[in-house]
């Protein structure tokens, strides 16, 4: 059982690039989102979806898109990456009031933007 | 807003002290708490939440509504507890979460 798989784990990005970040659950859980960690700040929301083709915004969406067209992957795109971006980037799913919304994480995508 | 405030970023004790680690969090309505921990190379896991009222690994944290705080408690550390810890808060359908800054617990021998 891989529970959440992100991809991939290190990547180091010249400003400007653009890049996606993969994540993938085999959970079957309906609710995916990701955070990035910063020192000092811990983990802020950056987007969310609630199923297949819903997806929200979260404390910190500007610079980032994604989209959800099956309920195992959230994909997380960086139109044009910016030094500020820099950080570790984590892919969470879990199943909703069900399980008491126990969040599983992967195990993280380390992002250094030049 | 939600917001949840850890107010210290390390706390060091040593082996068989107590330990508290602070979580006070602001939300107008009834919210869900969470303590998450990151051990040294592995993934964050939930460590536990208030609606089960439970105890793992000898952690208890209580929900008190008044002072709008939800602290972890330990009454003797040990080394393996050492970690980044973080608590949590959730909207009633938990579809977001809100996370502290974390602390870092250090338990020396």
């Known amino acids: 059982n891989a529970g959440v798989t992100q991809t991939p784990k290190f990547q180091v990005l010249k400003t400007g690039q653009s890049m996606t970040l993969q994540c993938a659950q085999d959970?079957?859980?309906?609710?995916m989102s990701w955070y990035r960690q910063d020192p000092g700040m811990g983990l802020r929301l950056i987007h969310y979806?609630?199923?297949?083709?819903?997806?929200d915004q979260g404390e910190v969406p500007n610079g980032y898109n994604v989209s959800r067209s099956t309920t195992e992957d959230f994909p997380l795109r960086l139109l044009s990456a910016a030094p500020s971006q820099t950080s570790v980037y984590f892919c969470?799913?879990?199943?909703?009031?069900?399980?008491?919304?126990?969040?599983?994480f992967g195990e993280g995508s380390r992002l250094t933007v030049l | 807003a939600q917001r949840v405030t850890q107010p210290e970023k390390l706390l060091s004790v040593f082996k068989g002290a107590p330990v508290e680690l602070k979580c006070n969090y602001s939300?107008?309505?009834?919210?869900?708490l969470f303590w998450y921990v990151q051990y040294s190379r592995q993934r964050l896991q939930l460590l536990l939440r208030?609606?089960s009222r439970e105890s793992i690994k000898g952690f208890t944290a209580d929900l008190n509504k008044g002072e709008t705080s939800f602290h972890l408690k330990k009454p003797f550390a040990q080394e393996e507890d050492s970690a980044m810890y973080y608590c949590?808060?959730?909207?009633?359908?938990?579809?977001?979460?809100?996370f502290g800054s974390g602390t870092k617990l250090n338990v020396k021998p």
């Open positions: 939300y107008s309505g009834s919210p869900e």
């Open positions: 949590a808060l959730s909207l009633y359908n938990f579809n977001k979460f809100y």
């Open positions: 208030h609606i």
């Open positions: 979806s609630v199923g297949a083709g819903i997806t």
């Open positions: 959970m079957n859980h309906e609710y």
């Open positions: 969470a799913s879990n199943s909703g009031t069900g399980a008491g919304g126990e969040l599983f």
